[in-house]
């Protein structure tokens, strides 16, 4: 029996080709630009982390997040070189450093590596959306939607990990301190 996520994923795939004949409109452009701007930010803070672990769990999650942000950084940046869009200035990539040489007031800890990917992950997600709910295009659409699938699958295995290690930031819980009359 076929997977219905699967079916329904390939029918929305399919569907795809009718519109791209229409120019980008100003809000697809723009979030298209601003998340390009982003995944690359987010590049740079995987980099920067790799560069400061010694931990072979947060190490392999960077590099699972580093993997997914670059395919998506280069498949957004030939979508909009094709479609005719500047592409946003972005820092270069990080040299490697060597962990040790690294002061212990600059470097970051394991707990604040996975919270900053966790933070930067909730957002990407969160523009994905709007990306999603302003598209006109469906081949646009469709990029949003590959793009918070994969971040949303990511974000499942860090929350395992911060879970783990008790890193997950958790709010108060909330009771209700009231009586209804």
């Avoid at 795809?16 to 723009?30: I, N």
């Avoid at 270069?92 to 590596?113: F, L, R, Y």
Wanted: proline share 6%.
């Amino acid at each position: 029996m076929p997977n219905p996520f699967e079916a329904f994923w390939n029918t929305l795939k399919t569907m795809t080709d009718y519109d791209t004949k229409a120019p980008l409109h100003v809000g697809e452009v723009m979030t298209c630009w601003t998340y390009l701007a982003g995944i690359k930010d987010m590049l740079r803070y995987e980099e920067i982390g790799l560069n400061t672990t010694t931990d072979d769990e947060v190490r392999e999650m960077l590099n699972d997040a580093y993997t997914m942000c670059k395919s998506q950084a280069d498949r957004l940046e030939s979508f909009l070189i094709k479609e005719g869009v500047p592409l946003p200035e972005t820092v270069p990539p990080k040299p490697q450093a060597q962990t040790n040489n690294i002061p212990a007031g600059v470097k970051i800890s394991d707990d604040e590596i996975a919270n900053g990917v966790s933070i930067k992950i909730a957002l990407a997600i969160i523009e994905c959306a709007t990306g999603q709910s302003q598209s006109i295009r469906s081949d646009v659409g469709m990029i949003w939607a590959e793009f918070q699938s994969e971040m949303l699958t990511f974000s499942t295995t860090l929350k395992k990990l911060m879970n783990k290690r008790g890193w997950l930031k958790i709010p108060p819980y909330y009771s209700a301190a009231y009586e209804t009359k």
